[in-house]
């Protein structure tokens, strides 16, 4: 009998889909919980000003979850967790009495200072990977680095195009960083999406703040950021300021055969780093090289790009478990 899975996502664009399935090709049956509510526009603008409410909100849905699980006689042989932030510790301490034999399994996909209910949780799970290379180095959780999936894969049905490519949402300091960059790119075609909500746009529109034209209001899909990102020469990524580990930019570039200009220092730890392959930039005063937009990409060895793949990702954090 196949053992069961409840994993437990954070409605991470398509990429939660593709963890499910990758865990069920593993042996796995698999349910899917969102830790919080889903929300319209306007609660959303509601969040801002009211967050009790919306922690309210997400309790009851998590207390929802709870009761379906007793009414059903629902049990897990595995709790697998990406981040969690919006979980309360109540909801966990019931789904541990519904599953007193269960693995309790954490994936921290942000930095610890970054997810504010941690330190109130962590005792509850007996697995903590990380994405973060200080983290695990600080606290002593698994490295577990972020995944490609198979849509980046390139192949030779696919050619490089001279263009430059940028998906991502509108925080912190991006859509500056992103014109700074490409304004060192003549040469090249540009390719920039910068993801804003309605609530973004509103607020910058009261304030008179000028938009970038490559704003836009929906998400791309996850086929055709991968098509494009395997067709374009160079990719930029722009990690969160406090943020150290890597993102799925960066490793999904390396799988696409595809140049980076990165803001992240650490991606200089990892085997895949080559410096004709890899830009790391100053965040405030980035420089873009002619010698390395003309430099031609180094080809990264299958035995390394296979260690990224969400194949391995999913069986190292599962490891043990099958």
């Known amino acids: 009998m196949k053992k069961r899975v409840l994993f437990i996502n954070m409605n991470f664009y398509e990429y939660d889909y593709e963890i499910q399935k990758e865990i069920s090709n593993l042996g796995f049956d698999v349910d899917m919980f969102c830790d919080k509510a889903p929300d319209s526009f306007y609660e959303r603008i509601v969040r801002k000003y009211k967050n009790d409410l919306f922690k309210k909100r997400n309790y009851a849905h998590q207390e929802r979850f709870i009761a379906k699980c007793k009414q059903n006689a629902i049990s897990y042989d595995v709790i697998f967790v990406i981040v969690g932030r919006h979980l309360s510790r109540n909801f966990l301490q019931e789904l541990k009495l519904l599953n007193p034999n269960a693995k309790f399994i954490l994936h921290l996909w942000d930095d610890i200072d970054r997810i504010e209910n941690f330190i109130n949780i962590k005792d509850v799970y007996d697995r903590i990977t990380t994405f973060d290379s200080v983290d695990s180095m600080n606290y002593n959780y698994i490295l577990v680095t972020k995944f490609y999936t198979n849509d980046f894969v390139f192949d030779k049905s696919y ?19 992103v014109e700074k960059i490409i304004n060192q790119c003549d040469k090249l075609e540009k390719d920039i999406t910068l993801v804003m909500t309605r609530y973004q746009f509103f607020k910058k529109k009261i304030f008179s703040t000028k938009l970038a034209p490559f704003v836009k209001f929906s998400n791309m899909s996850l086929k055709e950021m991968a098509r494009r990102m395997k067709e374009c020469s160079v990719a930029i990524e722009v990690q969160h300021p406090t943020q150290n580990g890597l993102t799925m930019r960066s490793i999904e570039a390396m799988s696409a055969g595809t140049k980076i200009i990165t803001t992240n220092k650490h991606i200089k730890e990892y085997d895949f780093y080559r410096p004709e392959n890899v830009l790391v930039v100053d965040r405030k005063n980035p420089v873009v090289t002619s010698d390395f937009l003309n430099c031609p990409y180094q080809e990264i060895s299958n035995d390394v790009k296979i260690k990224y793949s969400l194949n391995s990702w999913v069986k190292t954090i599962f490891a043990g478990l099958e």
């Open 159 to 177: 050619s490089k195009s001279n263009n430059i490519f940028f998906v991502g949402a509108d925080h912190s300091d991006r859509r500056e960083f």
